[in-house]
């Protein structure tokens, strides 16, 4: 009987061993990269060129991405997380008065929100999801408008966010490449991110920046703000 408890014990210990040591397994230093499309530069249009893409993707992401890694090996800063997005999020609320991670961080992970929450295939808000809308916002219509106003009244370049906050989503701006994670405090969640700096539109709509948001409304992809939100399809 004694042998056979410390067998069980020698298993369990060798079984959390192991647990720890896969944990740890999953952590890693994070090195930044731009995350793979799951569509073509051709595939939004006409709503938003293939020109953008390029211009967008390739050189204002990309510039963000290398500048903020840049920053991090220069400073030797590295953050041990299981994906860059938890890591950004750790990053962004630990050193928000350094201006070159906080412009860079920010674009980096601002952009891995827009282009995953845009596709060509448009995707409407499900039943739970549009409920959800009209609650917080009396209509889904009126869900859109107050959003469109949000990005036609921020001034200069920015970010328009749906996001959620406690028990409520909210419609939130920010300048430049700020957003919330900025406050290491924040525990919401941004769903939606859509980007109103010009290098976003100019190529297409030049300064009709309301043009831009009325297409955007056609590429945004809902499922994904109900993923972040950890909403079913129902």
């Known amino acids: ?5 410390n067998l069980l014990t020698e298993v369990s210990k060798e079984k959390t061993q192991s647990l720890n040591k896969t944990n740890i397994e ?20 006409p709503y938003i060129d293939k020109e953008t893409m390029e211009e967008h993707f ?29 890591a950004i999020q750790i990053i962004l609320g630990k050193y ?3 201006n070159i ?16 929450n845009i ?6 808000p499900s039943t739970k999801f549009r409920k959800m809308l009209e609650e917080n916002f009396k209509s889904f219509p009126e869900f859109k408008e107050q959003f469109k106003e949000a990005g036609l009244k921020q001034f200069g370049s920015g970010w328009v966010f749906l996001i ?40 297409k709509h ?15 992809d809902y499922k994904v703000a109900e993923e972040r939100l950890e909403i079913l399809d129902v």
Request: positive net charge.
């Open 96 to 98: 928000p008065k350094n």
């Open 58 to 86: 390739d050189k204002h992401f990309k510039g963000y991405t290398d500048k903020l890694n840049a920053e991090l090996d220069e400073k030797s800063i590295r953050v041990n997380a299981e994906n860059q997005i938890q």
């Open 1 to 5: 009987m004694i042998k056979l408890i």
């Open 164 to 203: 959620k906050k406690g028990n409520k989503l909210v419609i939130e701006s920010y300048s430049n490449q700020d957003n919330p994670y900025l406050d290491k405090d924040f525990k919401g969640k941004i769903l939606i991110a859509m980007d109103v700096w010009e290098h976003a539109y100019y190529l």
């Open 119 to 124: 596709t060509p295939d448009y995707k409407a």
């Open 206 to 220: 030049k300064s009709q920046r309301g043009s831009y948001i009325n297409d955007f409304f056609r590429v945004i």
């Open 101 to 116: 991670i906080k412009n860079n961080g920010g674009g980096f992970y601002n952009h891995v929100l827009y282009f995953e």
């Open 26 to 45: 999953q952590k890693q230093d994070i090195k930044f990269k731009v995350p793979k499309l799951n569509y073509s530069y051709t595939s939004m249009q």
